[in-house]
């Protein structure tokens, strides 16, 4: 699986945007990008996931460049609750693949 | 919203002592696996587990290690004999199927040894 290159930490006022950046300049052409987060020790949660085109759910979308080579997660309205270690990882298509996760980045949402 | 569900939340055991954390998957997930995170650490794979054996494991994943399906619900991680280095929070988590797609994890067990 390719490795990721995250921001260790941002910052964001409540209710802007959240944009994080994610570098993935190894990756080949049928691994995907995931999102995960983990709010303070609980378990991981899925955010969201693309190919390469880019992908829009209810908590964020994805944008994933034309190279495909890195991607941001946009989280529209931030709120305190979405801080968290944001977690980008990239997965070969193999059925039932492990998550390798990295540092991620800690977004702090600032009141 | 369908949730996987872990016991005990936190567990506290001497070394040497064996400990089994269980967890109940989301019902018609096939794959399960099994994550731990040492406090301050990054959450690492330890075992995935698919249609009744063991389909990948980590290095860390060694003799002392073992999971099983008992009941064809429940799923399991028993530790044999507890390290202090054992000490960290214990996730589990389950896919859908056989494609790509999300895991879901349940809130983990925090396991300490002492």
């Known amino acids: 699986d390719a490795k990721t290159t995250q921001p260790t930490s941002m910052d964001c006022a409540e209710g802007r945007a959240a944009n994080l950046p994610c570098n993935h300049s190894t990756i080949s052409g049928n691994e995907y990008v995931y999102w995960y987060r983990q709010i303070h020790s609980q378990g991981p949660q899925y955010i969201i996931h693309?190919?390469?085109n880019n992908e829009t759910n209810e908590m964020a979308s994805l944008i994933i460049t034309e190279d495909r080579k890195s991607s941001t997660l946009i989280l529209p309205h931030a709120t305190l609750r979405d801080t968290a270690v944001y977690y980008c990882?990239?997965?070969?298509?193999?059925?039932?693949?492990?998550?390798?996760f990295g540092e991620g980045t800690q977004l702090t949402v600032n009141p | 919203e369908p949730e996987v569900t872990q016991t005990p939340s936190h567990q506290v055991t001497q070394m040497g002592q064996e400990v089994i954390l269980r967890c109940v998957p989301i019902s018609n997930h096939l794959y399960f696996y099994w994550y731990r995170q040492i406090l301050g650490q990054k959450v690492e794979f330890l075992v995935s587990?698919?249609?009744?054996?063991?389909?990948?494991k980590s290095e860390i994943f060694d003799d002392q290690f073992s999971v099983e399906r008992p009941d064809g619900s429940n799923f399991t991680l028993k530790i044999r004999s507890t390290k202090l280095e054992d000490s960290a929070m214990y996730f589990c988590a389950n896919i859908r199927d056989r494609g790509i797609s999300e895991q879901f994890f349940g809130p983990g067990t925090r396991l300490t040894v002492l």
């Open positions: 693309g190919l390469k």
């Open positions: 990882i990239v997965i070969g298509q193999t059925s039932g693949s492990r998550l390798t």
């Open positions: 587990f698919y249609n009744n054996e063991i389909s990948e």
